[in-house]
């Protein structure tokens, strides 16, 4: 049975989740302060399988609490917050979060995040460590390296760059790289691929002599196999 972290101020929002997320299978912790989901997750940081974190919190907010983690952990975390300011966003997923929900929500949604990202942290037989060129990524670590250069990628942009490194040379629709990315059962809207391969651009430009996520208008995206000019 996976386990879940629960970490809310408010009491009608566990109230509302726990049953929610239990009913689907899933073992429920609850912590309803920065400091408790910090003391709570230490306590068994192996065992916990997902995080979903509120960022709005009393002692330590939520970003502070994902920071601690981060320093120990790369398990999964799902931002949870009433701020819908893209800044707040960036910042969040900049941080260490895998995804963000912002309140309200309808709790199908959240439930498909949940299922979509342990599905992910479930596939086995895939091959972790790849190459193209002189780009090299750790998929379970979420290190994009190139020589003795590293960037720290969030687990959306490591799960879409080695989709594009896994198929290199291909030409993948956005459609495509939507259902592998965030799953058949994402709501959103499809344009969030671009918003990612964006992220994905920023941090990969300052390494020299790899090749370039490269744009088909009107189609999607591929990664060649060698650098382009």
């Excluded at 408790?36 to 502070?64: H, K, S, V, Y």
């Excluded at 709790?107 to 942290?121: G, N, P």
């Excluded at 379970?140 to 959306?156: E, F, H, I």
């Excluded at 999607?220 to 382009?228: A, D, F, M, N, Q």
Aim: aromatic content about 6%; glycine content about 8%; proline content about 3%.
């Amino acid at each position: 049975m996976k386990k879940i972290l629960l970490v809310d101020d408010e009491d009608s929002m566990i109230t509302f989740l726990r049953p929610e997320l239990q009913f689907e299978g899933y073992q429920v912790v609850v912590a309803t302060d920065g400091l408790g989901a910090w003391d709570t997750f230490n306590a068994d940081r192996c065992g916990i399988d997902l995080i979903i974190l509120d960022w709005m919190l009393p002692g330590l907010d939520g970003l502070e609490v994902m920071r601690r983690i981060r320093k120990v952990s790369d398990v999964p975390i799902i931002m949870m917050t009433a701020r819908d300011y893209v800044g707040d966003r960036v910042a969040g997923l900049d941080n260490g979060a895998d995804d963000y929900i912002t309140k309200p929500f309808e709790i199908e949604e959240l439930l498909a995040r949940v299922r979509v990202i342990l599905r992910r942290e479930d596939r086995q037989g895939v091959k972790q460590q790849l190459q193209v060129g002189a780009l090299m990524l750790d998929v379970k670590s979420r290190q994009a390296t190139v020589g003795a250069d590293t960037v720290q990628l969030t687990q959306r942009e490591a799960a879409l760059l080695a989709e594009l490194m896994r198929k290199v040379g291909e030409t993948l629709t956005r459609d495509e790289l939507l259902d592998e990315v965030w799953g058949p059962e994402f709501t959103g809207q499809v344009n969030i691929v671009d918003v990612y391969i964006r992220y994905l651009r920023t941090k990969l430009k300052e390494f020299a002599g790899i090749p370039r996520i490269q744009t088909i208008r009107g189609v999607g995206y591929t990664l060649p196999s060698e650098v382009t000019r």
